[in-house]
């Protein structure tokens, strides 16, 4: 696991966070640079564990910030185990400005039933939180 170091800022405002999302496709249009949020969802569904969630986005919304800041989506396990951390780092020159920071996750790990948490992370320092469920579907299809 990479350890993503927290950027120097250039500025003295911290980034917040107006939003965290997961979702199943984020399409972007190349001209006016708005984005469709396809399948929001809070919840998985897997008829056996351990499964691989085949495809999904994190999608966080920032504004308010000045400066260069290092950023990282991480997913912990219902144990607390840390199941993936990505990050980068974006830059803010307009803190009036709105950037949205889109990871896509292919075949993500999961290997617990129960709650899954989504950290939006500045640096080192948590930004906002979401949640999804990973249930086993007792049907046999």
Partial sequence: MEQMPEAAAIGTERPICVSLIVC??????KRS????LVGLFNGIMTPQLPA???????????TSGTGSWAFSFRITAPSGREVIRVGDVT??????????????????PLEEAGVYFVDLMIGDTPAANR??????????R
Avoid at 33 to 36: E, F, I, P, V
């Fill in 131 to 140: 949640r999804f469920n990973v249930q086993v579907t007792s049907e046999k």
């Fill in 52 to 62: 691989s969630h085949p495809r999904m986005f994190l999608m966080a919304s920032l």
């Fill in 24 to 29: 199943n496709e984020v399409i972007e249009d």
């Fill in 91 to 108: 830059r803010f020159q307009d803190p009036l400005i709105v950037h949205d920071l889109i990871v896509e996750l292919r075949n993500l």
């Fill in 33 to 36: 640079g708005n984005k469709t």
